[in-house]
């Protein structure tokens, strides 16, 4: 079956530009997560959607930073203004549940260059 | 400090070599340990997945907990140039917060 999917791939912009990065996670799962990776990191988490729960936004930067989860499926991050650090690949992440053991499927993720 | 550290390498073995890998976590509340493989410009993939001290074996690979001393290992038994990743230790508490807490990775390279 399909996996997790984030589009687009890759996307360069300019400084003080807004972005939006979209997942479609795999059905039927009602988890959805979203993690940034920066160059020489392991993934930060930024933030956690479950179902029609209010999400954990515990995990964002700034207040540049928002979230959606639109019908409790495709997610879309969108970055205000963006800087330079903001450079990074933001990944996301679905699962069938939100138990300790529910696995975690991550999609390709999106390469953001801020320049 | 970080809650999960990992030595980020490189590290380069010949094929066939058998690879250790490591984490160290300062968070008691980890309960759930993970290792993920991640290829170049891929997203990770989960190999090895454990909530209890010991060893888990699959194929190849071995995965070792030991929650007294707050260190995990992955092991890679008879290693090949297909293996050359990054491989991510990860975990998760087993609270009310859902989120993996990732190392920072080791990139491995097995030389053929």
């Known amino acids: 079956g399909a996996g997790v999917s984030q589009s687009p791939s890759n996307k360069v912009t300019e400084k003080g530009k807004d972005v939006e990065l979209r997942c479609d996670p795999i059905?039927?799962?009602?988890?959805l997560y979203w993690y940034r990776q920066s160059l020489g990191q392991g993934l930060e988490f930024l933030i956690y959607f479950q179902g029609n729960s209010a999400p954990d936004k515990s995990g964002l930067p700034s207040d540049r930073f928002s979230a959606e989860r639109t019908g409790g499926s495709v997610s879309t991050l969108t970055i205000q203004r963006t800087q330079q650090e903001d450079s990074a690949v933001y990944l996301c992440?679905?699962?069938?549940?939100?138990?300790?053991?529910?696995?975690?499927?991550f999609g390709p993720g999106t390469r953001l260059t801020v320049l | 400090q970080k809650e999960v550290e990992q030595d980020p390498g490189p590290l380069s073995v010949p094929e066939g070599a058998i690879v250790s890998l490591n984490c160290t976590y300062s968070n008691s509340a980890f309960q759930y340990f993970m290792w993920y493989r991640q290829y170049s410009r891929k997203g990770p993939e989960l190999l090895m997945y454990?909530?209890?001290?010991g060893n888990k074996e699959d194929g190849r690979f071995t995965a070792q907990v030991d929650k007294s001393s707050k260190y995990i290992s992955l092991f890679i038994r008879d290693s090949q140039p297909s293996d050359s990743a990054t491989y991510l230790c990860?975990?998760?508490?087993?609270?009310?917060?859902?989120?993996?807490?990732f190392g920072s990775g080791t990139q491995l390279t097995v030389l053929p």
């Open positions: 059905s039927g799962h009602t988890a």
């Open positions: 454990t909530y209890s001290s």
């Open positions: 992440a679905s699962s069938f549940g939100h138990s300790g053991t529910d696995t975690q499927y």
């Open positions: 990860a975990m998760k508490s087993s609270g009310s917060a859902r989120q993996l807490t």
